[in-house]
């Protein structure tokens, strides 16, 4: 059976063109021919930044927003222009070459199904379907359904113009807007009279709480519901639609939704009266509630419209409020015509306002009141609002969790207590359901601003330090122990006591890993083992209390689980202290051990001889004397750590187990000791992290023998692995390697041994270099070894591998070849470098930037590319910091972000594999004028101006030809011709053009002729004429930065004037057909579509998202 896709091949082949041919054919979007979908409803609309229009497709409920010249250009797409068309039509009417904003265009317009075509997220699904299998994908989905789920219905817009055609549209006319006025005022007035004389109670409906809640619950839902319905019929007013509507719910607890976004297709009071209804409905039931109790007072139903009248009227205070992203927040954004005010005010108060109080206005820093008065209106309504909303916030998690600590915990325990049968153990479930939504909607915002602050610390270095990490850590950790006496609550001591021991065991079973089978290993297994078994003991001993069946059983459990963690935890201290000759020890470190077993004694009688019985006796001996002992045992770790990347995280642990000492002599609670403990598992594993060799190692200058770059090729590993070593083992191991080695080196006849950190002697001058590198390569093996038995194999091989990654490329490239190739494990690396750079240099030779240069040069520049790797949400470089290095994107994203004057962010561009930013650091000193941060994990190759400026010591052609590109590069970029096009597109055009020089008088095009070359003036100056000679007409004259003959780039026309030089000139001349070459190669593969395409449908989802609120 022969299939549609198998005819359609068939026909391919018989008209002689190629599959692939005719897919890459497809997939030109030069030649593609956009179509606007039947049926676009398009709207023209206005506001203070002119006139814009909103596009919609009724059949898939899609919308656009359009400036006037995407409209232009949305105008004809018709479906017999080529995108190309499209540029050169723009062009001719805005001169300017818009490759991104069209393509762009295109594409987003597709995306939200606004063209014939429809797209096809094959790529999306396929994602989808491999998330769904995961087990983390169904948790994220779960809580996301519990913070916010919709459920729509279908026909609701049909059921709301019903309601609005038989009698809603009465509610609008102006003899029920007055009505509704009067009504508000009054009966909200009388309400607030009733509520302050206490003759109703909110929660007590008939007297009893528990069916006051229920009817709170129910009555809460008939507001919300009206609510809604509110904003619905008063965008059926309008002649909207009104997309979906249905159930939801919200933070766990039920309520309606209703989506406005049709409304959007209106002007400003449309959408303000739309977003407006909501509130005003809850003013005018409140009011009518008001009214009725006041005029019949005796009604049965009194104590429930009582109720519905003060959530209805909590429902207005709560969405009118500005600094809640509600319909209070939407009414001023509309009204002041600002998008994401928010958003804008808080960046304004974080970096643009912080720069003007630095800098101030003119250059002096002002006083507060001028520093107002300098403001523009829109910076104004940022810092006002901005400190509102920062002073709301704090205010609101204060009052949440005051509200907690007074009134709901209590309130829901007594629930729980006093609940019987099935109607009270629902009635308590609810009352877990509101208290879980009350502490995640106060508990958000806390946590978002802990991790931004995280960020922020990180992005400036702050984390660098691992001893200041250390000292957070620990001022964190008594914070943290402190809270339950500030909170009185007595359910967060153990919390934090699990929540600490559960991640001290996990990070301390994840560090010993890394040390595989070596003492220092096992001593962390035995440290994870005793946070494991101590979480048990404190899960077994929260049973007890609980379950009085159990409380004997779940006792004895816990006992024998301390028991065991003790054991573990002294075992960690003694394997440590076994590995030690106590001879090679100080005598402060002798003293120290001395005075730690002699304290032990009299501290364990003393104990002792407490009141108590025998098994508690010994328990409380034990929480005291083992974490001594053990102290006292790795008192020789932490001397030989204290200089080391490793040293914070042993300072701290000595921490945690002398507060365990304290904690059980004074009898309280090992909160503290198991937050220590759990910050000390932290500070090793960043350490184990960050470990790294000494930094990149110095060029070679002059140096060219062979055999002295493979001698330095050795030396640099070994003391680089040395020194890592040292970080990851302690001092003391450090030495013992070393003489280990010098030992085996002497008995070897190697010429080298290492010395202070560093490899002293040197190659005989009269052994071949294949013998010398087979020598090094063995003494290498045996110098890994040797850390492998101390640290483990694993950790041994990366240390080798980071000081292969810090070694020049010379040297690599020397080693490699002799030495590494004996080097089990390096020569993966060898293989794996010669990999990466040959991928390197096709990554520059891609670039516009270096297409001047040679294979050798490339080759050059690609050797001193140093990797990075970014994660997601991290800055690579900001806006305003010195430049002095140079980025390619080897994988990941990377977002440009430009700050303006207001503080304002806005994503400009959008960089993927191959792109660049940074180039004019290589030549010259400047700032960074944008920020760019990771979109997701990446990939950096950076190359430093010190870099650059000893690779072109010896090679002066590259500074040369990359000045002149970067020099291009200026000089198009200023021209309004190419405004539209971002750096790296301008850069393919500068790469595409030509040097062309003319003498005076030389005519360059004359009038008339068909021409196919457009110039750009670099040099001297050209004029500009009509007409034959002795009848010339000079039009202007051109000079360094204006351009002349465009015309030749868009259509075989002729020339319409003629163009001479005045004198010595030199031109950049770029051709039609490269030209024509690079529009096709920006308009499929530009990374700035993509952006383009994003932001404009990003902007589409936060109008949907403001509309539906």
């Known amino acids: 059976m022969t299939t549609e896709s198998d005819a359609q091949a068939a026909e391919i082949e018989i008209r002689g063109v190629g599959l692939w041919q005719w897919v890459q054919a497809q997939l030109d979007i030069a030649h593609y021919r956009p179509q606007a979908a039947p049926g676009v409803v398009v709207s023209r609309l206005s506001d203070r930044n002119g006139i814009y229009f909103v596009i919609k497709n009724p059949a898939a409920s899609t919308y656009y927003r359009l400036s006037q010249r995407d409209h232009f250009l949305w105008e004809r797409m018709d479906g017999t222009q080529t995108v190309k068309d499209l540029v050169v039509a723009f062009f001719m009417a805005y001169g300017s070459f818009a490759f991104a904003r069209v393509a762009g265009l295109v594409a987003g317009l597709k995306a939200n199904r606004l063209l014939v075509d429809q797209p096809v997220l094959v790529y999306q699904q396929a994602s989808r379907q491999l998330q769904r299998r995961s087990v983390s994908f169904r948790v994220a989905n779960l809580w996301q359904a519990f913070l916010q789920k919709q459920f729509a219905i279908s026909g609701m817009d049909r059921f709301l113009a019903g309601v609005y055609n038989h009698g809603g549209r009465l509610l609008f006319t102006w003899p029920a807007q007055l009505v509704f006025v009067l009504v508000s005022l009054i009966g909200v007035a009388l309400y607030m009279r009733l509520f302050t004389s206490g003759a109703f109670n909110v929660l007590g409906a008939q007297g009893s709480v528990a069916s006051g809640l229920l009817s709170l619950l129910l009555l809460n839902l008939i507001s919300i519901l009206l609510h809604e319905m509110s904003h619905g019929l008063t965008v059926k007013h309008y002649g909207r639609e009104v997309r979906r509507a249905g159930f939801m719910i919200y933070f766990g607890l039920p309520a309606f939704f209703v989506d406005t976004t049709d409304i959007w297709l209106e002007g400003k009071r449309p959408r303000l009266a739309v977003t407006w209804a909501g509130p005003y409905s809850g003013l005018i039931l409140a009011g009518i509630c008001g009214i009725v109790l006041t005029l019949w007072p005796g009604l049965t139903v009194n104590a429930l419209l009582f109720q519905f009248a003060f959530l209805a009227l909590l429902t207005v205070f709560v969405n009118l409020n500005p600094l809640l992203e509600l319909d209070g927040y939407y009414l001023l954004m509309d009204w002041l015509e600002i998008p994401m005010l928010r958003r804008k005010s808080l960046e304004f108060l974080r970096s643009g306002l912080w720069a003007r109080l630095q800098t101030g206005i003119g250059g002096q820093r002002p006083s507060p009141a001028t520093l107002l008065r300098g403001l523009s209106r829109d910076e104004r309504i940022f810092t006002v609002f901005g400190f509102l909303s920062a002073l709301w916030t704090a205010y609101a998690v204060l009052i949440g969790i005051s509200f907690w600590q007074a009134r709901l915990a209590g309130s829901l325990s007594s629930l729980f207590r006093n609940s019987r049968g099935l109607s009270g153990l629902l009635l308590a479930l609810v009352g877990v359901l509101i208290s879980l939504a009350f502490v995640v909607a106060v508990g958000t915002y806390p946590l978002l601003l802990a991790r931004r602050s995280v960020r922020w ?407 001193r590319l140093q990797p990075r790797q970014i994660k997601a949400g991290r800055d690579i470089v900001r806006q305003g910091d010195p430049a002095d290095d140079f980025f390619v994107v080897a994988s990941g994203q990377v977002e440009v972000i430009v700050q303006d004057e207001q503080g304002a962010n806005e994503t400009v561009n959008r960089l993927a594999r191959g792109d660049y930013f940074g180039e004019l650091a290589l030549l010259r000193t400047a700032v960074r004028s944008a920020t760019c941060r990771a979109v997701t994990t990446s990939q950096v190759l950076a190359l430093s101006r010190a870099d650059f400026d000893q690779l072109v010591r010896g090679h002066f052609s590259l500074r040369s030809k990359l000045d002149e590109s970067v020099q291009r590069w200026e000089l198009l970029r200023t021209l309004p011709l190419f405004a539209e096009l971002d750096g790296v597109q301008v850069q393919a055009v500068a790469a595409g053009m030509h040097s062309q020089r003319f003498g005076p008088g030389q005519e360059i095009v004359r009038e008339g002729e068909v021409g196919d070359l457009f110039y750009v003036v670099e040099t001297g100056r050209v004029q500009v004429f009509l007409g ?54 920006n308009l499929y593969a530009s990374r700035a579509l993509e952006l383009e395409s994003s932001r404009r449908m990003l902007q589409s989802r936060r109008s949907a998202a403001h509309a539906g609120t």
Not at 480 to 499: D, G, H, Q
Not at 783 to 808: K, N
Not at 1056 to 1073: F, G, N, P
């Open 457 to 863: 610390t990180a992005g400036r270095g702050l984390f660098s330090n691992l001893w200041r990490v250390a000292a957070m850590l620990v001022a964190l950790a008594v914070a943290l122990a402190l809270l339950p006496r500030w909170f009185e609550a007595a359910w967060l001591e153990p919390a934090l006591a699990i929540a600490a021991l559960a991640a001290a065991g996990w990070l301390a079973w994840r560090n010993s890993a890394q040390f595989a089978s070596s003492r220092l290993g096992w001593s962390l297994r035995c440290l994870a083992a005793f946070a494991g078994l101590m979480l048990l003991a404190t899960m077994a001993g929260l049973v007890a209390p609980s379950r009085l069946d159990l409380t004997q059983a779940a006792n004895a459990a816990a006992g024998w689980l301390r028991a065991a963690a003790w054991v573990a935890l002294l075992q960690s201290g003694l394997i440590l202290l076994a590995s030690i000759d106590l001879r090679q020890l100080s005598r402060g470190e002798k003293l120290a051990l001395l005075a730690g077993w002699l304290i032990s004694y009299p501290l364990a009688v003393m104990m002792a001889s407490q009141p108590g019985n025998g098994v508690a006796t010994i328990a409380a001996v034990a929480a005291a004397l083992v974490p001594l002992l053990t102290l006292t045992c790795l008192t020789p770790t932490f001397t030989s750590f204290w200089r080391t990347g490793m040293g914070p995280g042993w300072a701290v642990l000595a921490l945690a187990l002398a507060s365990m000492v304290v904690a059980a002599l004074a009898g309280a609670p090992a909160t503290l000791s198991w937050l220590l403990l759990a910050a000390a598992a932290t500070l090793h594993w960043l350490a184990l992290r960050r470990l790294g060799s000494r930094g990149k190692q110095p060029e070679a200058g002059a140096l060219v023998d062979d055999r002295l770059l493979l001698q330095r090729a050795f030396d640099w590993t070994a003391a680089s692995v040395l020194a890592q070593f040292s970080e990851m083992a302690g001092r003391r191991a450090a030495l013992a390697l070393a003489s280990s080695f010098n030992n085996l080196a002497l008995a070897a006849g190697w010429p080298v041994k290492l010395r202070n950190g560093q490899v002293v002697g040197q190659l005989p001058t009269d052994e071949p270099l294949a013998a010398a590198g087979q020598t090094l390569g063995a003494a290498l093996t045996v110098l890994l070894d040797l850390a492998g038995d101390e640290i483990g194999q694993t950790l041994a091989l990366r240390t080798l591998q980071r000081a292969y990654d810090s070694l020049a490329w010379e040297d690599r490239e020397v080693g490699g070849q002799y030495m590494f190739r004996h080097v089990a494990g390096a020569d993966a690396l060898s293989a794996a470098f010669e990999s990466t750079q040959r991928d390197y240099a096709r990554l520059l030779r891609q670039m516009p930037l270096f297409s001047a240069m040679s294979r050798d040069e490339i080759e050059l520049l690609a050797g």
């Open 1028 to 1081: 034959a000679r002795g009848t010339e007409r000079v039009l202007r004259q051109s000079g360094p930065g204006e351009y002349f003959g465009e015309i030749a780039l868009l259509a075989a026309a002729p020339r319409t004037a003629s163009v001479r030089a005045l004198e010595e000139t030199t031109l950049l001349a770029l051709r039609k057909d490269n030209f024509e070459r690079l529009v096709a190669e």
